[in-house]
């Protein structure tokens, strides 16, 4: 004779058929979390890339823009392939950070007409190369150099606390072309910076995601920079 209840279902314990089912679910679960984490992680350093690519594109225009903004002259020079910005910087004023470069210019004295006088200084140059500069070998890499005569640079006269972040790692990669025009009658500047939107990015820019299908942020800037001590 039966003397208690009978166990019902749901006192039965899980069955195979349900823990295959669970364990299914919980792996799609998993799966879904990876793939979800991996498209964030790409569409970020995507995102890193495009950010690094315009933060240096402005870099290098706010650099070229405050040296010819204060210079005497500046001129393109031609260094075998490549075209280089030299400009030539007053003598006098105030290095306020100690890189060597002046960042307050001031004249030298003042011609009889009232006029300021700027007495002729420093020579500094922007110029492309390779990762590892070679004057005169194109690249996308910019570099900016001083001199204290009129000759060309030298990779012994390259700024590296400007150019470099280490002692192999330039500071500024802009994949595109930059231009420069003179302008001897109005003695100013006209800087053109556009990135090429073709091509893929570089693995040497700063946060490169790895996504070869990445194409460069459209950027293109343009300053006429007027020659503040210019003659």
Same mark, same amino acid.
Request: aromatic share 10%; proline share 5%.
């Given at each position: #004779? ?11 314990? #899980?069955?195979? %058929? ?42 290098? #225009?706010?650099? #070229?823009? $405050? ?27 105030? $290095? ?34 390779? &990762? ?23 990779? $012994?006269?390259?700024?590296? &606390?400007?150019?470099? %972040?280490?002692?192999?790692?330039? @500071? ?5 072309? %930059? ?35 990445? &194409? ?6 343009? @300053? @006429? ?5 210019? &003659?």
């Amino acid at each position: #004779m039966y003397g208690g209840p009978m166990p019902s279902k749901s006192n039965a314990g #899980m069955t195979i %058929v349900e823990m295959i089912f669970t364990l299914s679910l919980a792996t799609i679960a998993i799966a879904g979390t990876v793939t979800l984490y991996g498209y964030v992680a790409i569409r970020s350093g995507d995102a890193a890339t495009q950010y690094n690519v315009y933060q240096q594109t402005s870099d290098l #225009m706010q650099a #070229m823009q $405050d040296t010819a903004s204060n210079a005497i002259q500046c001129q393109n020079v031609t260094l075998t392939s490549v075209t280089a910005l030299k400009c030539t910087m007053p003598a006098a004023g105030t $290095d306020t950070d100690s890189d060597g470069i002046i960042d307050i210019y001031k004249p030298s004295g003042v011609y009889k007409t009232l006029t300021n006088y700027y007495a002729s200084g420093k020579r500094i140059w922007y110029f492309p190369s390779t &990762k590892t500069p070679s004057v005169g070998t194109a690249g996308n890499f910019w570099f900016r150099a001083v001199r204290l005569d009129d000759l060309n640079p030298t990779t $012994d006269s390259i700024d590296t &606390k400007w150019s470099m %972040v280490t002692s192999s790692t330039p @500071r500024i990669y802009i994949p595109g072309t %930059v231009t420069f025009v003179q302008n001897s009658t109005t003695l100013s500047t006209w800087i053109t910076l556009a990135i090429d939107t073709t091509i893929n990015p570089n693995a040497q820019v700063k946060g490169y995601s790895g996504d070869l299908a990445l &194409k460069m942020p459209a950027i293109t800037l343009a @300053r @006429r920079c007027y020659w503040r001590a210019g &003659k």
